[in-house]
């Protein structure tokens, strides 16, 4: 079956340090996103890609980059982490055809900046 | 751009009662708008949505209800059960684009 992971599932690192959370799906989707997750403020982008070399800033995009250089590999790297980071991520995936819209989401990674 | 606000933040009820979640957007051009259901520790996922030309749309226990001109929807489950238990998320279509924006959830708490 067709599926999105996401790994490390759990992270704990220092501040300052280089961390990349990696996501990979099997749907062969053209569309994928990075989002994070803290507590009162719901869901977030953080980048999105429409395809391989598409990359595009979502809204907390400051402290975060992604590259894609192929359809099923989506990782977001913290180029210096801070504290503020501490949080849990969420990759999501979705497709040209039918059901554009539906996002199929990754287990998700805590992240914990110490 | 698009807002999303979703009402309420929690939400206790007793087995069997229903239970409703609204959301309000503001971008009229918007045409499509899911829920989303996220049990602890994991990812959100699609229980059902509802596309800008129909009203209502059912399955089983869940349904969703639009109201364009209003510019809110609404999440319905009828007969809860502890296993519906969950934070509920609504979303929209950002810019009309393939994003979603995703309203601040719901946590609800079904008491057995």
């Known amino acids: 079956d067709a599926e999105i992971t996401q790994s490390p599932r759990h992270k704990i690192t220092e501040t300052g340090r280089q961390v990349t959370l990696a996501c990979h799906q099997t749907?062969?989707?053209?569309?994928m996103f990075w989002y994070r997750q803290d507590l009162g403020h719901g869901l977030r982008l953080i980048h999105y890609s429409y395809g391989v070399q598409d990359t595009n800033k979502g809204e907390v995009s400051d402290g975060y980059s992604v590259s894609r250089s192929n359809t099923e590999d989506l990782p977001l790297t913290l180029e210096s982490a801070a504290s503020s980071q501490t949080s849990v991520y969420f990759c999501?995936?979705?497709?040209?055809?039918?059901?554009?819209?539906?996002?199929?989401f990754g287990p998700g990674t805590r992240l914990t900046v110490t | 751009g698009e807002n999303v606000e979703q009402h309420p933040s929690t939400l206790s009820v007793q087995e069997g009662d229903s239970a409703v979640i609204k959301c309000t957007y503001s971008?009229?051009?918007?045409?499509?708008f899911p829920w989303y259901k996220q049990e602890l520790g994991k990812g959100p996922q699609l229980i059902i949505d509802?596309?800008?030309?129909?009203g209502e749309k059912k399955d089983q226990r869940i349904a969703v209800t639009l109201n364009k001109t209003a510019k809110h929807f609404s999440l319905h489950i009828t007969e809860t059960q502890p296993e519906d238990s969950a934070v509920y998320f609504c979303a929209v279509p950002m810019d009309s684009s393939y994003k979603l924006i995703f309203g601040s959830g719901t946590r609800l708490l079904v008491r057995p």
């Open positions: 509802i596309r800008s030309n129909v």
């Open positions: 971008d009229s051009a918007s045409n499509y």
């Open positions: 999501a995936s979705s497709g040209y055809r039918d059901r554009t819209y539906e996002q199929y």
């Open positions: 749907w062969n989707h053209n569309n």
